[in-house]
């Protein structure tokens, strides 16, 4: 112990310059500056990061006499909360050890012993601590994280604060709260972040998968995930999350605060030592990580980066899965399933329905989306992107026959119509000569014409068919379908795949139709190439020029509509058009496809409940909402292509080129990608519900863009008063508590 001191004080000096103080009012002075100067660590800064605390808040430092828990067999240490952290159970939970200091337990170097063993070990004690649990959850009304130290068998409470939990505990204990009057069912829904409840919705491991189980540690935190092994914090931050955006499990003998960073770049945690508050088991839980610690069957060589399990050693880059439910630590990658919502997740999210105010719809485009979305509480689609479809299996030839023969047919066509136009004006041999180029330029279109149609004609059948079955699994519900949007050049193979095969087959098999084809494509390829894409011929502008394309698809909706219908189930089909700037574009496809519509009603004779709307996705659109309004019933704002063009930034390269960098030194305060701006976006689309409003009282306002989702985004969407959120189906049960919350903040101040 001399020797020690004697280089610990030397260490101290030499980092310092200065010997280590003897006079005591300095050593508090230095320790209490150590606190204050931890607020800037790096830790504490990835931790506030994180959580979005301020940096600028500040801390504080409490100062108290020292009471000592290694002081013999009659002391001892522990860390307990109130009730179960991992799962919400009313039951204290928590861990001790004897003749120990509280640094032990946390830091996870000796195992400590469940606190149900200190009422067998000393019943008086933990009867005391039982009782200081219940008081000091009533008082503050919430879950206690308690630090406590015995002291030749005398209990101190050292500190208590309230406890973090898994979203599944976290919804438990508010629910259960509520249930036995602690708190109101407000204050339930503003206790639950939608960050925790999204933890609930982590997928857990295929009961009936096959597993190669190779050990089983502590389960700390809930839910599975895969990766590869990496076994330091600096490898997971590069590797990981943030970093190559590789799935990492970190595996550490213990973790530190100095990890935190590598932690939040992983999908998982594994350590070998540590009990249930150790470290890693708390950080994971607060942050949703799954995670198995003290998972002693493992020994972990960080030199050497792997680990070893009964004589099996697992690498760096191997990949092993962690169950953090059942605490299983297995080999390779596992099929996970999606999570039931029963029990007090529903009755939560009842509670939220009731004072929510925004609608929540979910972007699905095929029946099981929209089942699960259902299943949810999803009230309708939002958004069906209809071009997702032309990908399914077996349709991307026929796709593809279609766009080779689209411009064609559009060319030839465009030739008779000169032709006709010319023979208006000419007399005579001209005029007969006239006749005969057009009779020629008419057979000329006919081929281009027919592929063209033969092409739509196969595609309709199968996008009716996708419609029946989302009608059915909407069962009612309304259905915002969005007509084709991306330029058409992206349901072909990249020019340099084609190139490739080219190149190929014309040293291979020069003859073969493989190579007519494939150059037939390169050719539509290079036809089609613009510099800017997301800014040229897609959306309405491409609809404008190739009508034939929704026009299939709007007979293709009705039809689908009709048959569902005509079963039973009543159907609400709204069509929208995409990315429209100018009214004029609105209102002459409107006029086209509204005509087919009441055509194939017309012939099936059924009525069917339909309105047409468009997307607000242009600063040009927003700004002219009041004339855009007078021809739709409803608005989505499609605020992924909005926040790209009020921007400038593009939506596809902004994030891997400068957006990280910008983050990173605060130009923005976060992603506007998946953040609504308020101040910049968020003011646009509020300019563009006035304006919509106050020509088109009725009109129904929503939000399909990935903000959709975002809890932050949606209470903006709630405060400018939109109708309704539309997102992916598993951010549904998140939009709907995060819609409450917003509701909850705008009637008091029960929000944080
Ligand atoms: C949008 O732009 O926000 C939108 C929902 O459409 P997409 O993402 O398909 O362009
Ligand atoms: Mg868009």
Not at 64 to 87: L, W
Not at 359 to 387: H, K, M, Q, S, Y
């Amino acid at each position: 112990m001399e020797e020690l001191t004697r280089r610990f004080l030397a260490h101290f000096e030499q980092h310092y310059g200065q010997p280590f103080p003897a006079d005591p009012y300095e050593q508090l002075r230095l320790a209490i500056l150590a606190v204050f100067h931890s607020w800037n660590n790096d830790r504490a800064i990835a931790y506030r990061e994180r959580e979005k605390i301020p940096h600028d808040l500040g801390t504080a430092v409490n100062v108290q006499a020292m009471v000592y828990g290694n002081m013999g067999d009659d002391s001892g240490t522990g860390v307990a909360f109130t009730r179960n952290p991992a799962t919400g159970a009313k039951e204290i939970y928590g861990e001790y050890l004897m003749n120990a200091q509280g640094e032990d337990v946390v830091a996870g170097v000796r195992t400590p012993v469940p606190i149900a063993e200190l009422a067998r070990e000393n019943a008086a004690i933990y009867q005391q601590f039982a009782d200081v649990c219940r008081i000091l959850e009533e008082h503050y009304r919430d879950m206690m994280d308690i630090e406590f130290t015995i002291e030749r068998g005398r209990l101190f409470i050292l500190q208590c604060r309230v406890g973090k939990r898994t979203g599944a505990a976290a919804v438990k204990i508010a629910v259960d709260m509520a249930n036995e009057g602690l708190i109101s069912r407000e204050e339930a829904l503003s206790r639950v972040t939608p960050e925790q409840l999204d933890q609930v919705l982590h997928p857990q491991i295929d009961p009936n998968a096959a597993l190669t189980v190779i050990a089983r540690g502590l389960n700390a935190s809930p839910g599975a995930a895969s990766g590869i092994a990496v076994f330091d914090a600096a490898t997971a931050v590069r590797l990981g999350k943030g970093g190559q955006g590789q799935q990492i499990i970190l595996v550490r003998p213990e973790t530190n605060p100095d990890d935190l960073r590598g932690m939040l770049a992983s999908e998982g945690i594994l350590t070998e030592r540590g009990g249930m508050t150790s470290h890693a088991a708390l950080v994971a839980r607060g942050f949703g990580i799954p995670a198995v610690v003290g998972c002693e069957a493992i020994h972990v060589d960080v030199e050497r980066r792997e680990f070893h399990v009964d004589g099996r050693v697992v690498r760096e880059g191997d990949e092993i899965t962690i169950d953090g439910t059942t605490g299983r630590v297995i080999l390779g990658r596992v099929a996970l399933l999606p999570p039931s919502l029963t029990g007090e997740f529903g009755e939560l999210l009842r509670w939220a329905d009731a004072v929510r105010r925004l609608g929540v719809r979910t972007n699905a485009d095929t029946p099981e989306d929209t089942e699960r979305a259902v299943e949810f509480g999803a009230e309708g689609i939002g958004l069906c992107r209809t071009e997702h479809m032309f990908f399914a299996e077996g349709r991307r030839p026929i796709v593809q026959q279609m766009i080779l023969a689209a411009p064609e047919a559009k060319a030839a066509q465009a030739t008779v119509a000169r032709l006709e136009a010319e023979r208006e004006k000419a007399d005579g041999a001209h005029r007969a000569h006239l006749e005969e180029e057009l009779r020629q330029a008419r057979a000329a279109a006919e081929e281009p014409t027919a592929r063209y149609q033969g092409a739509l004609d196969r595609l309709l059948p199968f996008q009716r068919e996708d419609f029946v079955g989302i009608f059915r699994a909407l069962g009612g519900r309304p259905c915002t379908i969005r007509l084709i949007d991306p330029p058409l050049h992206e349901f072909l193979p990249s020019r340099e795949q084609l190139l490739e095969q080219v190149i190929t087959l014309r040293a291979t098999e020069p003859t073969s139709p493989q190579l007519a084809e494939a150059e037939r494509l390169l050719t539509a390829v290079e036809n089609l190439h613009e510099q800017n894409p997301m800014l040229g011929l897609r959306g309405c502008r491409l609809s404008i020029l190739y009508p034939e394309i929704v026009t299939m698809q709007v007979t293709a909706i009705f039809q689908a509509a009709v048959e569902v219908q005509k079963s039973g189930i009543p159907v609400r089909p709204e069509i929208m058009i995409p990315l429209v700037g100018h009214v004029n574009e609105l209102r002459v496809l409107r006029e086209q496809l509204e005509a087919t519509a009441r055509q194939v009603m017309a012939e099936a004779g059924v009525e069917i409940d339909y309105q047409f709307g468009t997307m607000i996705e242009v600063p040009r659109a927003a700004l002219t909402a009041d004339e855009i309004a007078r021809y739709a019933e409803f608005f989505s704002f499609g605020t992924n292509d909005l926040t790209q063009t009020v921007f400038g930034y593009s939506r596809d390269d902004a994030e891997g080129k400068f957006l990280y960098a910008y983050l990173e030194r605060k130009i923005l305060p976060s992603n506007p990608f998946e953040t609504l701006d308020a101040a910049g976006v968020g003011k646009l689309m509020q300019l563009a519900v006035e304006a919509a409003r106050a020509v088109n009282p009725t009109i129904k306002l929503g939000i399909c863009g990935e903000h959709g989702g975002d809890p932050e985004s949606i209470a903006l969407c709630h405060r400018i008063g939109l109708d309704y959120v539309s997102c992916s189906p598993f951010r549904v049960p998140v939009a709907r508590l995060a819609a409450a919350r917003a509701a909850l903040s705008v009637a008091g101040p029960a929000d944080k």
